[in-house]
């Protein structure tokens, strides 16, 4: 069983920036693709940004160009570093993982979810 704990929200001036951590436990790490996904007030989950085991990175549109996402697997730690944020990017920002090559874009794809981290973005 994997665990995943999210760190790094927070109340950020529009414009300003955050980066949000994971890190796993229970599982070998380097074995799993790793997403971010938020979620705001009212609507659905939605998918942010992934990475394959492989390093590979997949986003959003609308976080491509400002959101990057990494991993070290030394630390067992997944990043999504976001910059240029903005009062909609406001939301629960959730890490999963998945034992697979691939890296998915739906949330039904991955196995393993953390509690959550706030991100508030102020105009």
């Known amino acids: 069983q994997v665990q995943l704990v999210e760190s790094g929200g927070g109340l950020v001036q529009a414009g300003g920036s955050l980066r949000l951590s994971c890190t796993a436990s229970?599982?070998?790490?380097?074995?799993?693709?790793m997403g971010w996904f938020r979620q705001a007030p009212g609507k659905e989950r939605e998918f942010v940004a992934a990475i394959k085991r492989s390093g590979s990175t997949y986003y959003e549109g609308s976080a491509k160009g400002r959101f990057t996402i990494s991993r070290d697997n030394a630390k067992n730690t997944v990043y999504l570093q976001m910059n240029s944020l903005k009062p909609e990017d406001t939301a629960v920002y959730y890490c999963a993982a998945v034992r697979s090559y691939y890296a998915p874009s739906t949330s039904s794809e991955f196995d393993y979810w953390g509690q959550g981290t706030q991100v508030t973005v102020s105009s």
């Open positions: 229970g599982g070998t790490f380097s074995r799993y693709a």
